[in-house]
Structures are given as structure tokens and as C-alpha cells.
């Protein structure tokens, strides 16, 4: 069936480090790709999105490309800061009668100073 | 985007009780998907409520223990029934509505339940 793979986390870097998180999905289809932020104790957040393969989202510094020769949507950001600390989710979203959004596990993400 | 206000925020049920959680969004939507997701983990998607019909529910979830109303175009209610406290977890509710790229789905903050 559709599914999202994430990779484990939690993940800790330091201020400014670079950020990948890897995200590959399996559907039926063409699938339009998300990343949801959800930071503590709040509700979800879009934070990018791609609806079409080779599209690039991108929002606040972090990017992620969809590839679909490699059926990735990997999350990148340059710098990240200790405000960026949270829960992200990798969904995809499939154009069928219910169209509904499958997430991945979530991958936690730490700064520290 | 569409703005969905969730309520309550937050409650403690006792065991055997029920609580219905309402979702009001500022724009009609045909679709709403309810979301429950457990302490730790992912979202996983409890039903898709259409208006003037029947709520679709996922493999794992019942009419009977999580019966959803559509009265109208903006608004859904989620009720969760006789519950134990594998029932407490963050239930959210969901939109999807056009925008410049196609479309995209807007979440509410959340209901965060704990059953005691």
C-alpha cells in the first residue's frame, strides 16, 4: 500500500549546522508531497510542499526536491537555529476519490546553542 | 488559507464517558478528515466526512466508537465513545482547499485527550 518512510530519529545538531532528512514513499500513482512542522505543544504546520516530480518546495530556508526517478522528497536546510526545533512529518497525498494525507513517522529535530 | 478553529483544546475524560470534539472552518469545504495521533507517534487518519453522506472510516476505526457528524458545509463534529485511556491522544481536524499550486490541506490545532 502508500506509506512515507522517514529516517529515525531523534536528531540533535548544533546552531547552524546543516540539516537533511531523508524521506522516501511508496504510492500508486503520482502523489503531491508535503512536509508538516508541528513545534512543541502546537497543532501541524504546512511547511513546504512539490506536486509534480522535479518540483522544488520551499519555505523559511528549508528545501526538499521531488524526485521521483528516486521516490524521495528530502528536507534540507542550510543554517538551522534553535527555533527550528520540532517534529517533522513527511506526507503524501494521492488524487483518489478520498484523497487523503499518509504521514511518516515524524522525525524529532533538536538545536541546541 | 482556511482558518479551522478546533474546541475543546484540551480535556480529561473518565473512562466509560464520551467527549465530541467540534471542528468550525471559515470557508465550506467538501471534505474533512479527523486525525488521531497517539502520544510519540504519527498522525494517522480515523475517517474522511463528506457532507450529505456518510463518514468513509479507515481499517481500525468504527462508526460505533467514533461516530462523526457533517451537518453542513463548514462544520464537523468527532465524538469519542466509551473510552478507555488508549483513547488519549491528539485528535485533529482536517481541510483540504485549493490554492495557487492546486490544493492543500489546512489542520486544526488540535484536541488533546487524556482518559483517567
Known amino acids: 500500500g502508500d506509506s512515507v518512510t522517514q529516517m529515525e530519529g531523534p536528531v540533535t545538531l548544533s546552531e547552524e549546522a546543516f540539516l537533511t532528512i531523508n524521506c522516501t514513499y511508496t504510492?500508486?500513482?503520482?502523489?503531491?508531497l508535503f512536509w508538516y512542522v508541528q513545534y512543541p505543544g502546537e497543532g501541524l504546520q504546512l511547511l513546504l510542499k512539490?506536486?509534480?516530480?522535479?518540483d522544488k518546495g520551499s519555505n523559511k530556508g528549508f528545501e526538499a526536491t521531488y524526485r521521483k526517478e528516486t521516490t524521495s522528497f528530502h528536507l534540507e536546510k542550510g543554517s538551522v537555529q534553535v527555533s527550528d526545533s520540532a517534529v517533522y512529518f513527511c506526507a503524501l497525498s494521492l488524487k483518489t476519490s478520498y484523497d487523503k494525507v499518509i504521514f511518516g513517522p515524524g522525525t524529532s529535530l533538536s538545536v541546541i546553542p | 488559507s482556511a482558518v479551522i478553529s478546533q474546541k475543546p483544546s484540551r480535556d480529561i475524560c473518565q473512562r466509560g464517558t464520551s467527549l465530541t470534539i467540534q471542528c468550525q472552518v471559515d470557508s465550506q469545504v467538501t471534505m474533512m478528515f479527523w486525525y488521531r495521533q497517539q502520544p510519540g507517534q504519527s498522525l494517522t487518519l480515523i475517517a474522511t466526512a463528506n457532507q450529505g453522506s456518510e463518514a468513509t472510516y479507515e481499517s481500525g476505526f468504527v462508526i460505533d466508537k467514533f461516530p462523526i457528524s457533517r451537518p453542513n458545509l463548514t462544520f464537523s463534529t468527532l465524538t469519542v465513545s466509551n473510552m478507555s485511556p488508549e483513547d488519549s491522544s491528539i485528535y485533529l481536524c482536517?481541510?483540504?482547499?485549493?490554492?495557487?499550486?492546486?490544493?492543500?490541506?489546512?489542520f486544526g490545532s488540535g484536541t488533546r485527550l487524556t482518559v483517567v
Open positions: 512539490a506536486t509534480k516530480a522535479d
Open positions: 482536517s481541510v483540504r482547499l485549493p490554492d495557487s499550486s492546486g490544493y492543500g490541506y489546512t
Open positions: 504510492a500508486t500513482g503520482y502523489p503531491s
